[in-house]
């Protein structure tokens, strides 16, 4: 049987999103995310369960950039408009370098975080590592979290 060791890492970025059809996060705002990220799995060839340092290079990924949905469909990349790609969603027009486009319909704490935990996870397996269970706890604001939780296999 092989023995499950964790690691826990805090983490921190700043993010803008939107929240399509809502009344009061309909407009594009931000947050200073913050949060611990979980990860229970066997000790690698590295003597390690995760390295910390994957952990903060993904999440750097998603500080200072405007998350959006992978929906509407109306949203398109435009190289046409400047010199660096361009992505237009709606009435809104961003530098390609300042977007993270996750692949669910709504740019919620819950959807963030489980897109946190699948690229920690895929980096992790391209990396030798092998992770049974993932928790991140993400902080929106001082008093609103959220909690996820995937296993492997899930």
Not at 27 to 45: C, D, L, W
Not at 96 to 117: G, Q, R, Y
Request: overall charge negative.
């Amino acid at each position: 049987m092989t023995k499950v060791n964790s690691i826990s890492r805090e983490i921190e970025f700043s993010a803008a999103h939107v929240l399509l059809g809502h009344d009061k996060c309909g407009r594009m705002h931000g947050h200073n995310y913050r949060g611990r990220v979980t990860i229970e799995g066997p000790m690698a060839k590295t003597g390690m369960v995760y390295d910390y340092n994957l952990i903060s290079e993904i999440v750097k990924g998603f500080d200072h950039v405007v998350i959006l949905p992978n929906e509407p469909a109306s949203m398109k990349i435009n190289i046409e408009f400047a010199s660096a790609p361009q992505i237009e969603w709606g009435d809104y027009r961003f530098p390609a370098s300042d977007v993270i486009v996750i692949p669910f319909k709504h740019t919620t704490a819950e959807n963030i975080a489980k897109c946190l935990a699948q690229h920690i996870v895929g980096i992790g397996i391209e990396n030798g590592y092998r992770v049974v269970r993932i928790v991140i706890e993400l902080w929106e604001n001082e008093r609103s979290s959220v909690v996820v939780e995937a296993k492997e296999g899930d």
